[in-house]
């Protein structure tokens, strides 16, 4: 069997209010070619299909039609897509029956039977469990879970630990399958799971949203008859664990300044469970630039009037500019409107400012100890008035502090 794994797609989203949509088309342009030069008998999305749980109209479109045109590239190809954590369940699995006409499998959510039905598993083990056909004949089979909370997995045992219940709740699933009258021993087996692994490596600080909780690979690795893992939610693409079994596929371009280094797709191949996988490496239509570059410390940076100096070089190209400048006090007012006066109707794309300032030595060593009640006496506003002071070293202005004031307020009411 073999599939294209991919995701984190997170259709929707916008880099400092820019969209997104046109790297999307043109990452669906490179996922055309590949599935035409690879024929695979299934794509395999591993979550975060839209950004938002309430995507756009315009958003929506560009999903479909995406979907459907990758539907129709040849026979037999089969789709699978659930949903990560960023997505709406109920939503991205409404139109369902639709897509079963394409031969597109969405699963937004495990559907639970209620108390009272004596079942061998708690759930209909029958919506994630899709067998991939070549030729009318099943060759293998798609686990398709979908991203499920924490708190959602069923627990056997008091006590038992996040790690503990997911491990059996693929346990139960791979176990289900092989009592399946259509199961045989020489089909491939791969499982889909959108959550975070323990040993995942996040690069310059990936931003994971939704739920810290970590999944121990050396568990679940030991399920063997499950030949590949296609996981979604980190955004660098890695192999977890010593051999290729287990996957993050990785978002297809990068979705914020931390994500700079080269995006793909996993083209998986099992062959008597025997799995080889090969990296596609997708091209970026805008890239993204730390400009000048990206200091170490204070001491490195450049003034803003030496990075302004120099902003010509870029300023004609498409790309998000992220601007990297020291300063001892916050960007002024005038300072921000020479900026957005240097890329108005530029193809560059002005994605703010990344403040260097210097350490303050004096304040360095000194660390309060505080009782909890003493800390919970701080009002908001102290506490911000009090980081603006370690920051900068000067008091927030007069003028800031009113308006943080009016904030705080607002949020007390
Ligand atoms: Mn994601």
């Given at each position: ?106 699963v937004?959510c495990l559907d639970f039977y209620r108390?009272?039905e004596?079942k061998e598993l708690p759930y209909d083990v029958s919506k994630i469990q ?15 879970v979908?991203?499920i909370?924490?708190?959602n997995y069923p ?14 709740f693929?346990?139960n699933l791979?176990?289900n ?237």
């Amino acid at each position: 069997m073999k599939i294209v794994h991919t995701s984190d797609w997170h259709i929707g989203q916008t880099l400092y209010q820019f969209s997104r949509d046109e790297e999307h088309k043109y990452f669906f342009n490179q996922l055309k070619d590949i599935l035409l030069e690879e024929k695979p008998d299934a794509l395999v999305v591993s979550g975060d299909i839209f950004h938002s749980a309430t995507p756009t109209v315009i958003s929506q479109r560009l999903y479909y039609h995406a979907l459907v045109e990758l539907s129709r590239l040849y026979d037999d190809l089969q789709i699978i897509v659930v949903a990560g954590n960023h997505d709406s369940p109920s939503r991205l699995e409404a139109p369902q029956e639709l897509w079963a006409a394409f031969n597109v499998t969405v699963v937004g959510c495990l559907d639970f039977y209620r108390n009272d039905e004596e079942k061998e598993l708690p759930y209909d083990v029958s919506k994630i469990q899709i067998p991939i056909k070549r030729n009318g004949e099943i060759v293998g089979w798609v686990l398709a879970v979908p991203f499920i909370n924490a708190g959602n997995y069923p627990s056997l045992k008091e006590n038992d630990s996040y790690s503990n219940r997911v491990f059996s709740f693929y346990n139960n699933l791979k176990n289900n399958l092989k009592c399946n009258s259509q199961y045989n021993e020489n089909h491939s087996v791969i499982a889909i799971g959108h959550f975070m692994i323990s040993d995942a490596v996040l690069k310059n600080k990936d931003k994971i949203v939704g739920g810290i909780e970590a999944v121990d690979s050396s568990e679940i690795s030991s399920l063997s008859e499950i030949d590949y893992w296609a996981f979604g939610h980190v955004h660098h693409p890695q192999n977890i664990g010593k051999d290729e079994k287990m996957r993050y596929s990785g978002s297809p371009f990068p979705m914020t300044f931390n994500e700079d280094y080269t995006h793909s797709v996993t083209v998986v191949n099992i062959e008597n469970h025997n799995v080889d996988v090969k990296i596609k490496e997708l091209d970026t239509l805008i890239p993204i630039i730390d400009f000048p570059f990206k200091p170490k410390s204070y001491d490195d940076a450049l003034s803003f009037d030496e990075v302004m100096s120099m902003i010509d070089k870029v300023i004609d190209k498409e790309q998000y500019i992220r601007l990297h400048v020291k300063s001892e006090t916050p960007i002024s007012d005038v300072q921000n409107a020479r900026i957005l006066d240097l890329f108005k109707d530029k193809k560059a794309k002005f994605c703010g400012v990344q403040l260097y300032v210097p350490k303050l030595e004096s304040s360095e060593n000194e660390s309060v100890v505080m009782t909890l009640e003493d800390f919970k006496c701080i009002s908001p506003y102290d506490l911000g008035c009090s980081v603006f002071k370690k920051k900068y070293d000067i008091e927030m202005p007069d003028e800031m502090k009113a308006m943080f004031k009016e904030v705080c307020d607002e949020v007390m009411k």
